[in-house]
Nanobody, 128 residues
Framework: QVQLVESGGGLVQPGGSLRLSCAVSGFALDYYAIGWFRQAPGKEREGVACISNNIGKTYHADSVKDRFTISMNNAKTMVYLEMNNLKPEDAGVYYC?????????????????????WGKGTLVTVSS
């Protein structure tokens, strides 16, 4: 059974940090690119960061560059999103998603919809 399970969301003050985790089961990250996407109320879903399956190529959206970092563990069972210096505009539901042989950075492009698997999301709230 394919599962992507996000965790690590919560309430944080502006300037704070969170680390989101995506636990992957039922498919091999050797063949799937993984992306973190977020959606705030009333806004379009946005690709935040993506990591490729084979060479570990990463992409970070301009809005999060130098603040967020996507990574994968050596066992290729977890994908992380380290988020630093959080801003109120970073708030939203964060989803991880997998695409078979997904191309990075195209997978993170606006409007990209060719996703094979989605997690259920984890809520990030940035507020003082």
């Amino acid at each position: 059974q394919v599962q992507l399970v996000e965790s690590g969301g919560g309430l944080v003050q502006p300037g704070g940090s969170l680390r989101l985790s995506c636990a992957v089961s039922g498919f091999a990250l050797d063949y799937y690119a993984i992306g973190w996407f977020r959606q705030a109320p009333g806004k379009e879903r946005e690709g935040v960061a993506c990591i490729s399956n084979n060479i570990g190529k990463t992409y970070h959206a301009d809005s999060v560059k130098d603040r967020f970092t996507i990574s994968m563990n050596n066992a290729k069972t977890m994908v992380y999103l380290e988020m630093n210096n959080l801003k109120p505009e970073d708030a939203g539901v964060y989803y991880c998603a997998g695409r078979y042989w997904g191309i990075v950075p195209e997978m993170c492009a606006p409007g990209y919809s060719d996703i094979d698997y989605w997690g259920k999301g984890t809520l990030v709230t940035v507020s003082s």
